[in-house]
């Protein structure tokens, strides 16, 4: 599994020059604990967390008022990112050592997603729905970005429809699926007519 089929996207970030109440109005209206600080040109250059926040207002007294103060003021540096082709046991691992919370997902500088350390735990349990999605990346990119096999997963059986050219074909979309995290089962079933 890779960055980009656990990320969240778009991602939502806010500019370095943006008061710091906007940066607060952003986590607090999405439910978030951090987001990606862009410049003017939509570049990643740091992260805004709540503990950042919270250390701002806490250095500066609570009678402080920031609405003059910029988020580049309050941010912490450039995060762990990752880029959309990671793969997740890396990314969780990165997670660990640097204590990340959240990384930026980039390709070229731009933040093209964010993964939070929820999105990895979800994968320790995958549902249905995560297994399916897993299977059908799996087997569209076994035949070249086409959807030859529509997969449906259920109760972590994998029914898969479509034809195969030969028993190899066959046995290769079966391991395919089967070594999919949250598929028990796999069944082959012939196109409807």
Not at 27 to 44: G, N
Not at 130 to 137: L, M, V, Y
């Amino acid at each position: 599994m890779h960055a980009k089929d656990i990320m969240t996207t778009p991602a939502y970030t806010v500019h370095a020059e943006a008061p710091v109440s906007e940066a607060v109005a952003l986590l607090e209206r999405r439910s978030i604990t951090a987001a990606p600080v862009v410049d003017e040109h939509d570049l990643l250059v740091g992260i805004v967390r709540e503990v950042d926040l919270l250390r701002n207002q806490a250095r500066a007294g609570a009678a402080a008022d920031p609405s003059g103060q910029r988020v580049r003021e309050v941010m912490s540096g450039l995060p762990v990112t990752a880029w959309p082709e990671a793969d997740v046991a890396d990314l969780a691992d990165a997670m660990v050592r640097r204590e990340a919370h959240t990384v930026p997902v980039v390709v070229e500088e731009h933040v093209v997603g964010v993964v939070s350390r929820c999105d990895v735990l979800r994968t320790l349990l995958p549902t249905d729905d995560a297994a399916q999605r897993e299977a059908q990346h799996r087997l569209d990119v076994y035949a070249d970005g086409r959807r030859r096999w529509p997969v449906t997963v259920h109760d972590a059986t994998a029914a898969v429809d479509g034809e195969f050219d030969d028993q190899a074909e066959r046995e290769a979309v079966v391991a395919l699926v089967r070594t999919t995290p949250g598929v028990t089962t796999v069944q082959v079933r012939r196109p409807r007519a």
